[in-house]
T-cell receptor
Framework: GNSVTQMEGPVTLSEEAFLTINCTYTATGYPSLFWYVQYPGEGLQLLLKATKADDKGSNKGFEATYRKETTSFHLEKGSVQVSDSAVYFCALSEMDGGSQGNLIFGKGTKLSVKP | GAGVSQSPRYKVAKRGQDVALRCDPISGHVSLFWYQQALGQGPEFLTYFQNEAQLDKSGLPSDRFFAERPEGSVSTLKIQRTQQEDSAVYLC????????????????FGPGTRLTVL
C-alpha cells in the first residue's frame, strides 16, 4: 500500500541555519505530494505541494521538488527563523486506483529553531 | 472567509460513554474528510464524504465509529462506548470539489477536537 516515511525528529537548529527534512514515499500510481505544517496550538496548514514529477513547490522560503526517480520530496529552507518552529508533515494523495484522494501522512518532524 | 471549524475543541469522556464531534466545513465545499491523529503520529484517514454521500469509510477502526453528513454540509463523527485507545485528536478537512486525473484539491483542516477517554 501507499506510505510516507520522513526523518524522525526532533530537529534543533540555530536561527539562519539550513534546513532539510527528508521524505520518501511508496505509491502504486502517480500521487500528489504535500508538506503540511502544524504550529503550536494551531491546526494543520498546507505549506506547499507538487502534483507531478520534477515539479517544485515553494512557499515562505521553503521548497521541495518531486523526484520520481528517488521517490522523494525533501523539504528545504536556506535560512530558518524562530517562527518556523513547528511540526512538519509530509503527505501524499492519489486520485486514481479507486482512491478518493485522502491524504496519507508521515509521522511528522518537530523542528525547534533557537535564537 | 471562515475556515473549517470543529467543536468541541476538547472533550473528556469516561470509558463507555458516547461522544459526538462536530465539523463545520468551509461553505460550499463538496468533499469532507475525517482523520484521527494519535499523540506523536501523523493523521490517519477515517472516512470521506462527497456532499451527503459517505463514499469511503475504510479507515473507521471499528463499528463503534459512525459518521454522517445528512445535508451535505455539517458533519458529525460519533464514537459509541468510548475506549482508552480512542484518545486522539480528531481532524476534519474539506476541499472544494473532486477532480480527476493528476490534480488533487487542497484540503483545509480544522483545529481538531482533542478527545481524552479516562
Amino acid at each position: 500500500g501507499n506510505s510516507v516515511t520522513q526523518m524522525e525528529g526532533p530537529v534543533t537548529l540555530s536561527e539562519e541555519a539550513f534546513l532539510t527534512i527528508n521524505c520518501t514515499y511508496t505509491a502504486t500510481g502517480y500521487p500528489s505530494l504535500f508538506w503540511y505544517v502544524q504550529y503550536p496550538g494551531e491546526g494543520l496548514q498546507l505549506l506547499l505541494k507538487a502534483t507531478k514529477a520534477d515539479d517544485k513547490g515553494s512557499n515562505k522560503g521553503f521548497e521541495a521538488t518531486y523526484r520520481k526517480e528517488t521517490t522523494s520530496f525533501h523539504l528545504e529552507k536556506g535560512s530558518v527563523q524562530v517562527s518556523d518552529s513547528a511540526v512538519y508533515f509530509c503527505a501524499l494523495s492519489e486520485m486514481d486506483g479507486g482512491s478518493q484522494g485522502n491524504l496519507i501522512f508521515g509521522k511528522g518532524t518537530k523542528l525547534s529553531v533557537k535564537p | 472567509g471562515a475556515g473549517v471549524s470543529q467543536s468541541p475543541r476538547y472533550k473528556v469522556a469516561k470509558r463507555g460513554q458516547d461522544v459526538a464531534l462536530r465539523c463545520d466545513p468551509i461553505s460550499g465545499h463538496v468533499s469532507l474528510f475525517w482523520y484521527q491523529q494519535a499523540l506523536g503520529q501523523g493523521p490517519e484517514f477515517l472516512t470521506y464524504f462527497q456532499n451527503e454521500a459517505q463514499l469511503d469509510k475504510s479507515g473507521l477502526p471499528s463499528d463503534r465509529f459512525f459518521a454522517e453528513r445528512p445535508e451535505g454540509s455539517v458533519s458529525t463523527l460519533k464514537i459509541q462506548r468510548t475506549q482508552q485507545e480512542d484518545s486522539a485528536v480528531y481532524l476534519c478537512a474539506s476541499s472544494p470539489e473532486r477532480t480527476s486525473g493528476i490534480f488533487t484539491d487542497t484540503q483545509y483542516f480544522g483545529p481538531g477536537t482533542r478527545l481524552t477517554v479516562l
